[in-house]
């Protein structure tokens, strides 16, 4: 009787979060920033900075849709692309596309030394080579902006006052793995992070951002440390954010739909690769990890499973979440149906992805392109 009496108390304090995280969801839907042209930037030097390694298959695509957008700029414009010891033929394309417009300066990058990850290197090394005021744009290689990505990127900077805005690509996802797994990544911060104090408040906890597009001002940057400040992060895109907060900046991440699109991970291979490289990170501690995920299980599996057995406040919890992931998907410019039914499956995935990258931390078993992560706890 009282396993019975905790279940129920189980579903009914799982779905009240889950309804809790819609209300959030669908207000930060409404309060969410966007590029935009609503006032025309003024002139200001702007660097382009794009690390690659081993992106023959992305390479022309990313930097072909950068020199139109660069186009549209009307300052000055360094386009900075850091061949980061790739071996698979990237280096060929870079030279080919450098060859063909003087626009591009192209640098080989030098091995990571001790105590950085090789993110955060390439992207030092690329600052290193940016003019030396203004905007810095750092873009990764998967990503292709739109004709108007760097005004109305740049207009939404300035307009704010902020020292960086994160314009998160609308996130391709092709295939179950990746329908699966990749719509959480803007949905996590839309249904738990209150933007509009996220972006007043200068506490680490209240900080998102995405490495794929990150546009930051020069001074400020250099100011926090820049990727100096993280340069043993793995997730080195939320620890920029976080230096900046604490140099007195002010940032947030952005809706980037209309001005950016990567497809991040082909796969479910390599959507376990990604993730496992990162995951055991994100949350602090393997306790942390397993105090998130359980949360997250409690909100969206355990209404659904609830929902299965007749009980009306599981079904409640359960299209809490799915209407959730509705609104996510809406605002984000991805795939709502049928994909938002499967939530719980999502989170389900999420957490095995979780447990498998904790584990393999453990082990001491973490690689990403070539390079050891463990080395840099």
């Known amino acids: ?45 702007l660097s382009i900075l794009i690390p690659m390694r081993d992106e023959v298959d992305t390479a022309e695509r990313c930097i072909t849709a950068v020199l139109e957008a660069a186009d549209r700029w009307h300052g000055p414009v360094r386009i900075v692309v850091l061949d980061d010891g790739s071996v698979d033929g990237t280096d060929a394309v870079l030279t080919r596309l450098a060859g063909g417009d003087e626009r591009i300066e192209v640098r080989r990058g030098s091995p990571p030394p001790p105590g950085w990850l ?6 030092r090394q690329l600052a290193d080579a940016a003019l030396p005021h203004g905007v810095y744009i750092f873009i990764d290689a998967d990503v292709v902006v739109q004709p108007h990505a760097f005004t109305s990127s740049l207009a939404l900077l300035r307009d704010t006052g902020l020292a960086l805005v994160s314009p998160y690509p609308r996130q391709v996802a092709v295939g179950a793995a990746e329908r699966l797994v990749q719509p959480l990544l803007q949905w996590s911060w839309l249904s738990t992070l209150p933007l509009g104090l996220a972006e007043r408040s200068p506490r680490e906890s209240l900080t998102a951002a995405n490495g794929q597009m990150m546009v930051v001002d ?40 209309t001005v950016a699109t990567c497809r991040m991970y082909h796969g479910w291979h390599e959507v376990r690769a990604g993730y496992r490289k990162s995951l055991w990170s994100a949350f602090g501690s393997p306790a942390g990890t397993l105090a998130i ?40 410019g991805g795939r709502t149906w049928p994909d938002a039914l499967a939530h719980p499956a999502s989170i389900l995935a999420f957490t095995g992805l979780a447990v498998d990258s904790t584990l393999a931390h453990q082990r001491g078993d973490l690689h990403w392109k070539g390079r050891p992560i463990e080395a840099h706890r």
């Open 118 to 123: 090789g993110k955060a290197w390439a992207c």
């Open 1 to 45: 009787m009282r396993a019975v009496e905790l279940g129920h108390r189980l579903v009914a304090v799982g779905t009240a979060l889950s309804v809790a995280s819609l209300v959030l969801t669908v207000d930060n839907a409404r309060r969410v920033r966007r590029p935009g042209l609503s006032n025309i930037p003024a002139a200001e030097p």
């Open 293 to 332: 995920t359980g949360l997250l299980c409690l909100m969206y599996v355990v209404p659904a499973v609830a929902a299965l057995f007749g009980s009306r406040t599981g079904l409640v919890g359960y299209l809490s979440g799915v209407a959730s992931r509705a609104v996510s998907a809406r605002c984000t």
């Open 218 to 257: 020069a001074a400020t940057y250099h100011r926090a440390g820049g990727h100096d400040a993280v340069r043993g992060v793995v997730l080195e895109d939320i620890g920029l954010l976080r230096a900046i907060k604490a140099a007195g900046g002010r940032g947030v991440v952005a809706e980037g739909s």
